[in-house]
């Protein structure tokens, strides 16, 4: 309701509804055709907010796949993934490799205390007195641990953990009736170099046997990894090799002497399928996301957010020309993405012929690799170097199309913004002017109607 301040007792007119009805119909005849425009605008620069996300998910896309290092990967597979694990590098070369006569494992080293010097309790017993010290060596650095203060099992095994001397102290409980408690080091490197020397130990459990009753059980001796590559005897400290096999990592998991395993290096093609498939992807839906912001719709007469913009029809002309035109330079038959089972369907999508691109990478991999990338020797431009230079263009801050597409919506919009504000204000004393007519309009009738009941007064009394 209009903020009404005329009342119609003499008229009868209801003064506010009349307004509210005035109002209404100026505001379908002035505001709303511009509300409308501005909406329209809005839904265009919405859909070109949208149209940016997935041009820059294609140009992501493209950016993977115009890169050399993204052919380069490879994929190791083992013969027999009990024995060994592996995996390749980008610097693997293809080719297969034989580790065999696997006789022994890298293991770290571990020692505990003799029977004879286990303890009754770990919380309560002291083993190491104020001023005592207990000193380790572990790849030629040695450890001293001098008790500031008395301590007990738990004690000692949180100071030597603390030193960080490359030994990892725990407590196992051997489950013996009187004295079940016993410290176990375990180097914290595997190979025969990680070996614990106990150098001075003047605690209770006495780990370098100064007593004669004391000493160390081993647990598990320090041991380096013993096999062949390709019939070589190599030693290794550690289970996991990366540094035999060049760009190959492989993990021993068990010794097996006679065995003989093989590891297979070979190009990722599944990989490389795979970000040429996310390309595609990207290329369809930025392709079907134009198309169907585009339509026309013959019933009601009216467009797509995007319907007849010169701007879209421009960027899916420039990317069709790309994936459509043969690279020069390039193997004869591999310089167009058809050849590589890349077709271009009627609606200007692309479908991937899977097996027809499997073929080509197993049979003739560079050039396939060459389709797509900036090949740095020759200077060829490839089809994801071109389409993400394109893309870069056309995303461009100040400069690219669409950003220049949007910044021309936003002041279209801001203009209507301005021209909504201008007829409200119209409409506002528009309001007020009817307030005044109406109110003047039922002044006149209240002196009209005092001045008729005076007449018809004066004429009663005659």
Known sequence: MADFMVSGLTSG??????????????????????????????????????????????????????KASTFAVKKAEVSDSTVLSASASSTAIPGNYTISEITQLAQAHKITNVDAKSLPDKDTTIVLSAGQTFQFTVNGTTTTITASSDLTLEGLVSEINNANGGVTATIINDGNATNPYRLVLTSNTTGASGAITIDLDESVLDLDNSSGTGGITTLQAAQDAVFKVDGLSITKSSNTVSDVIEGVTFTLKKVDATGSYTITVSNDIDTIKSNIRSLIDAYNDVVNYISGQSSYDQETHTGGPLFNESTTESILRRLRSIITSAISGLSEDTKVLAQVGVKTNRDGTLTLD?????????????????????NSNTGIEGVADKLYDELDEFLKYGTGVVEIRKKGIQKIIDKYDADIRDVERQIEDYEQQLKIKFGTLEALLTTLNTQSRMISAKLQGQ
């Open 354 to 374: 899977e097996s027809v691109l499997s073929n080509k990478l197993s049979t003739d991999f560079s050039d396939v690799e060459n389709l797509f990338i900036y």
């Open 13 to 66: 007119i209801d003064y506010g509804s009349l307004i509210d009805q005035l109002i209404q119909i100026e505001r379908q005849r002035k505001l709303q055709p511009l509300q409308e425009k501005k909406t329209q605008e809005q839904s265009k620069l919405n859909a070109y907010s949208t149209l940016t996300s997935k041009l820059s998910t294609m140009k992501s896309a493209a950016d993977t796949l115009r």
